[in-house]
């Protein structure tokens, strides 16, 4: 079995796939993977039933990482005709804390780099600027990447953003006091697979968070085109968490709609009406992507 995940090891995604193996009372082989996009694809493109990828969906500072929807509906998209194409199957939200790591004797005043992946920058965007008033911010592929860069020697004047995990995994020290600008910042992960998982094991899973993420495209561009989009949802009494626009990338003002549609209390029931709703969505001629329907819970 194995799962793929944002690398190196160091993570918030490695943490937050050992957290949902415990959730999930499964084990399995942590794979590394250089991009969000490559763990996804590795999960569509093998066929084996035991692969997942866990990769962050949201943020409480920054919203959506559009990375992983943009990747995750393009493979649905391509793989919509096959029945056991790959779902997400569960989400955990984790708090997320960074720290400024770097090497013993740096001075912060002459840092010329921080180092991060882009959401983390954002999230600390204000605390970077007070302590490393002249560095400018370089987006890597993920924290631990940062981290690790960092402790290469040619990167003394450096520091990077990430977890407490990742400044232990490669040697390095870290501010004791978290660098989020916000309080409170916690980012929801996403477990993608082919196989149904059942919740058990270490769970914090609280049994009346249940969403159906959905993408609706085609979306008529006339008066009343939206509302029409989203009135199905209404008249069936579904409270949507999220609606979100994205840009289809072919031309200016083309866009596909994101929609968490919340499940509970009752989310068998409220998925066979999901089933009518998207009946009344496609006469509409609006294609709907189920990307899936699946539990939340909350990590520490
Ligand atoms: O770089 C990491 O540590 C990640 O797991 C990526 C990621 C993200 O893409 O949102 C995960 C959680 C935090 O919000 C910041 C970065």
């Not at 579904?238 to 840009?247: D, I, K």
Request: net charge negative; aromatic share 6%; charged share 20%.
């Amino acid at each position: 079995m194995k799962w793929f995940y944002l690398g190196p090891e160091g993570t918030h995604s490695h943490e937050a796939a050992a957290q949902l193996q415990a959730v999930c009372g499964m084990a399995g082989e942590l794979v590394p993977c250089s991009s969000i996009p490559a763990a996804v694809e590795q999960v569509f493109r093998d066929e084996a039933v035991d692969t997942f990828a866990c990769v962050p969906i949201e943020n409480s500072i920054q919203g959506a990482v559009t990375q992983t929807w943009d990747v995750l509906m393009k493979s649905m998209v391509e793989t919509k005709s096959k029945p056991e194409a790959p779902k997400m199957l569960i989400a955990l939200t984790l708090p997320i804390h960074h720290y400024a790591i770097y090497r013993d004797g740096t001075e912060f005043s002459r840092v010329k780099h921080v180092y991060s992946h882009q959401q983390a920058l954002a999230q600390c965007q204000n605390h970077i600027a007070q302590l490393c008033p002249n560095a400018a911010l370089v987006a890597v592929n993920s924290t631990a990447e940062a981290a690790r860069m960092v402790s290469e020697h040619d990167h003394a004047d450096a520091v990077a953003i990430g977890s407490r995990r990742a400044a232990d995994r490669y040697g390095l020290s870290y501010i004791p006091e978290p660098a989020e600008d916000k309080a409170g910042n916690v980012t929801r992960f996403a477990l993608v697979g082919k196989r149904a998982i059942v919740v058990g094991g270490k769970s914090g899973l609280q049994e009346n968070e249940f969403v159906a993420s959905l993408c609706l495209r085609g979306v008529g561009h006339q008066p009343g085109g939206l509302v029409g989009a989203l009135q199905p949802f209404a008249d069936f009494g579904m409270n949507l968490a999220r609606v979100e626009s994205r840009p289809v990338g072919d031309q200016l003002g083309n866009y596909v709609f994101y929609v968490d549609v919340s499940l509970q209390p009752d989310h068998v029931r409220a998925e066979q009406l999901l089933v009518e709703v998207i009946a009344q969505l496609t006469s509409q001629g609006i294609d709907v992507v189920v990307l899936g329907a699946y539990p939340v819970c909350h990590g520490a």
